[in-house]
């Protein structure tokens, strides 16, 4: 480390535990709930491995890492760096400090494999020999499909389709992985050939997939269901960031002012801002969390605080969250990580409770502040990461106009070397600012 550019961390200092923010929260998260005439929370012992809802539903604040587990992330490149944005500060001349933490180098790029990993594991020690997935970008079907290629468990993976379409390479490296993708809506499944009957040009979303991996998880044996948002078990498993984080933080000598994160179902947000959250809920801490949405998806800023699917056909249990309803199509915006029309539970009540503060970028907004990165810092960040990186300068400029020396912590949730044709959009202006 050179006066804290570059914070590394050594194996023995990944995480041993995942932390559960259940147990620290300042009020009881709202159950699950039935829909009328319909037992969706009873289904959900036969699409879940076993050990996945009692990780959802656990109490205890810690939770052990299985070794094997803490092996292979190890393996996979954690601990990540926190790399201080020096050449972005003197960009923008501001008295900030500006940390990143690298996601992005991981073998596929983004900070999926947090979870991916653990859920394969569990599976395969249930026997399970099939899971099926959704994935909107693509980077939580092609850390799903590495994991599957590590542990020899065959993955499906339901793409949503107009991300299939502007991103042909991560369908290309998930089959590389094993991973056996399909476009959603897919003919494969009846509620995929209903949609498409009506809609045959219907662009898929996050909503829509679920409901056909759910839908193949839950007639066909052996085949369980393994998700990468929402819900409080994937969460937990990317507590390794912010804990990771925190490490560094103390090793550089410094106490976050503001921390920033992408939303789109939650999990990098969770992953990177719950252990600190905990200390601003036990009164030790007064920093600023801050959530970035797409303004075309703005479930945080617009969305309604209730009940609601987790998906478009209604298999799910209905979640207490901010939703933008679950028949929600999002524009076709390049973020496609970010185009869900809910949010974690846990994400939303922490929202409610004015723990985090959620807020907007267009989507030239956001690119334009990734090509500002990738110049000073090298890195091009991946479309979702562009919206945390635009709020983070955003921040910065308010420094300078303010003259605070602040410490803003970003996090870096994925490269965008599979997002090229997104950048060539912006760059040519044929990239729409929705």
Same mark, same amino acid.
Request: charged share 25%; proline share 6%; glycine share 8%.
């Given at each position: ?116 990993i653990p859920q394969v594991y569990f599976a395969k020690q249930e026997g399970v020999e099939n899971l099926t997935t959704e994935t909107g970008a693509g980077q939580w079907g092609t850390a799903l499909s590495l994991a599957g290629s590590l542990l020899d468990v065959d993955i499906t993976v339901y793409m949503v389709k107009v991300s299939f379409n502007q991103k042909p390479d991560r369908k290309n490296i998930m089959n590389i992985y094993d991973g056996n993708v399909f476009a959603s809506p897919s003919e494969n499944t ?11 040009? #219907?662009? @898929?979303? !996050? ?10 998880? =839950?007639? +066909?044996? /052996? ?110 915006? #390049?973020? @496609?990580? !970010? ?10 009540? =922490?929202? +409610?409770? /004015? ?80």
């Open positions: 480390m050179t006066e804290n550019f570059r914070i590394n961390l050594t194996p023995d200092d990944v995480p041993k535990n995942w932390y559960n923010i259940l147990a620290d929260l300042p009020l009881e998260l709202p159950k699950p709930k039935n829909s009328e005439g319909k037992d969706q929370i009873s289904d959900l012992q036969k699409v879940f491995t076993k050990t996945a809802l009692e990780q959802e539903f656990a109490t205890e604040r810690n939770i052990k890492i299985p070794n094997e587990v803490r092996e292979l992330y190890m393996q996979m490149g954690r601990p990540s760096p926190l790399v201080r944005a020096r050449r972005l500060e003197e960009k923008l001349n501001t008295p900030a400090k500006i940390y990143f933490k690298r996601e992005d180098t991981s073998p596929t790029g983004s900070h999926k494999l947090n979870s991916a009846k509620i995929g050939r209903e949609i498409l009957a009506k809609t045959p040009d #219907h662009p @898929g979303s !996050l909503g829509v997939a679920i409901s056909e991996a759910m839908e193949e998880a =839950l007639e +066909k044996d /052996n085949v369980k269901y393994s998700l990468g948002s929402v819900l409080n078990h994937v969460m937990l498993h990317q507590t390794v960031i912010g804990q990771e984080i925190k490490t560094q933080l103390e090793i550089a000598e410094e106490e976050p002012d503001v921390m920033v994160a992408c939303a789109g179902g939650g999990s990098n947000l969770a992953g990177s801002l719950f252990p600190f959250i905990k200390d601003k809920i036990d009164g030790n801490s007064d920093t600023e969390f801050i959530a970035v949405e797409p303004s075309a998806c703005p479930t945080l800023t617009e969305g309604n605080y209730e009940y609601d699917f987790g998906d478009t056909n209604g298999f799910t249990p209905m979640l207490k969250m901010f939703t933008l309803g679950h028949d929600f199509v999002a524009p076709s915006v #390049h973020a @496609g990580g !970010l185009r869900y029309h809910g949010m974690s539970p846990i994400v939303s009540l =922490l929202v +409610k409770e /004015n723990i985090i503060n959620p807020t907007t970028a267009q989507q030239r907004d956001a690119f334009n502040a990734g090509m500002t990165f990738a110049k000073c810092e090298g890195v091009l960040p991946a479309p979702e990461t562009t919206h945390a990186i635009k709020a983070g300068i955003d921040e910065a400029i308010k420094a300078k106009q303010t003259g605070e020396e602040k410490t803003i912590v970003v996090n870096f949730s994925g490269h965008g070397m599979l997002d090229l044709k997104g950048y060539a959009k912006f760059i040519d202006g044929s990239m729409k600012n929705c």
